[in-house]
Nanobody, 119 residues
Framework: VQLQAFGGGLVQPGGSLRLSCAASGSIFSIKSMGWYLRPPRRQDELVAITTRDGGISYAESAKGRFTISRDNAKNAVYLEMNSLKPDDTAVYYC??????????????WGQGTQVTVSS
């Protein structure tokens, strides 16, 4: 079972980017999918998360600018990032909490995708 993230890149302030992430493998169900920052020697920081029951949460810095969405049929999650600021520059990590076909629960991380906001 693995996660693979796509998107990211270099964008000017005020621009937009779309991050995508898909889970693959022997997945029975996915409890939640989301995006985090993982700064070194610090606690993981939630950017946005969506749960299986439709719940959505955003970091204060993301509210009104970022939109998270999920495609359950594709085991995928997306993050639409608008009105980007230089402070949004970071590596964004996809996360999924899954139950596998063997019954165990796994907390999965994608490889991280770089978002750089600069003129």
């Amino acid at each position: 079972v693995q996660l693979q993230a796509f998107g990211g890149g270099l964008v000017q302030p005020g621009g937009s980017l779309r991050l995508s992430c898909a889970a693959s493998g022997s997945i029975f169900s996915i409890k939640s999918m989301g995006w985090y920052l993982r700064p070194p020697r610090r606690q993981d920081e939630l950017v946005a998360i969506t749960t299986r029951d439709g719940g959505i949460s955003y970091a204060e810095s993301a509210k009104g600018r970022f939109t998270i969405s999920r495609d359950n049929a594709k085991n995928a999650v997306y993050l639409e990032m608008n009105s980007l600021k230089p402070d949004d520059t970071a590596v964004y990590y996809c996360n999924a909490r899954v139950r596998t076909n063997w019954g165990d629960e796994q907390n999965l991380w994608g490889q991280g995708t770089q978002v750089t906001v600069s003129s």
